[in-house]
T-cell receptor, first 112, second 112 residues
Framework: AQTIHQWPVAEIKAVGSPLSLGCTIKGKSSPNLYWYWQATGGTLQQLFYSITVGQVESVVQLNLSASRPKDDQFILSTEKLLLSHSGFYLC???????????FGPGTRLLVL | DAKTTQPDSMESTEGETVHLPCSHATISGNEYIYWYRQVPLQGPEYVTHGLQQNTTNSMAFLAIASDRKSSTLILPHVSLRDAAVYHCILRVATGGNNKLTFGQGTVLSVIP
């Protein structure tokens, strides 16, 4: 069975500080990977997607970047956090671009 | 992707069967109807999906109108664990970006 793990579970960071969030998929080779973000009280928005190692496409510009250094790993980062980056970050995977997406447990981020 | 309309909230009692409606009057022929549910501080959980025929799995029954302009997610014998926000989403099954567009969904409350 496939498992998806996100780290850290939660973070409290200062404005202007760097951020790195991670996502790992086990039990599935060459998955499509996605980053979503949900502001408190808001709806989920897709930020990035990746169909293979080294390739990442941006969907929404939020002064964030993403990378896929390994087949099973997806990283979300920024060098300078903004207050508006607070929220809930979710990683998801699918077998193919048209297949069902399955979400991870998420990372809660609070920027002060 | 076409837009869906769902009631803001619904309430049920444990053990009852719940019918969650979704309207998608402008659905295209190649758009699938997906249902996810989400509880606070957790990632969305896949419930079911369909294209034209009714579908059933261990979680729910999805009834799709013959003209595909509406659908109903049927949850038999709901328990407290079924309390969540239920999202009805339309998605074109193509390669590349597999973007899910979430709305506010229907908040399902379950009374003991």
């Amino acid at each position: 069975a496939q498992t998806i793990h996100q780290w850290p579970v939660a973070e409290i960071k200062a404005v202007g500080s760097p951020l790195s969030l991670g996502c790992t998929i086990k039990g599935k080779s060459s998955p499509n990977l996605y980053w979503y973000w949900q502001a408190t009280g808001g709806t989920l928005q897709q930020l990035f997607y990746s169909i293979t190692v080294g390739q990442v496409e941006s969907v929404v510009q939020l002064n964030l970047s993403a990378s896929r250094p390994k087949d099973d790993q997806f990283i979300l980062s920024t060098e300078k956090l903004l207050l508006s980056h607070s929220g809930f970050y979710l990683c998801a995977w699918s077998s193919q671009g048209w297949d069902t997406q399955y979400f991870g447990p998420g990372t809660r981020l609070l920027v002060l | 992707d076409a837009k869906t309309t769902q009631p803001d909230s619904m309430e049920s009692t444990e053990g009852e069967t719940v019918h969650l409606p979704c309207s998608h009057a402008t659905i295209s022929g190649n758009e699938y109807i997906y249902w996810y549910r989400q509880v606070p501080l957790q990632g969305p959980e896949y419930v079911t999906h369909g294209l034209q025929q009714n579908t059933t799995n261990s979680m729910a029954f999805l009834a799709i109108a013959s003209d595909r302009k509406s659908s109903t997610l049927i949850l038999p014998h709901v328990s407290l664990r079924d309390a969540a926000v239920y999202h009805c989403i339309l998605r074109v099954a193509t390669g590349g970006n597999n973007k899910l567009t979430f709305g506010q969904g229907t908040v399902l409350s379950v009374i003991p």
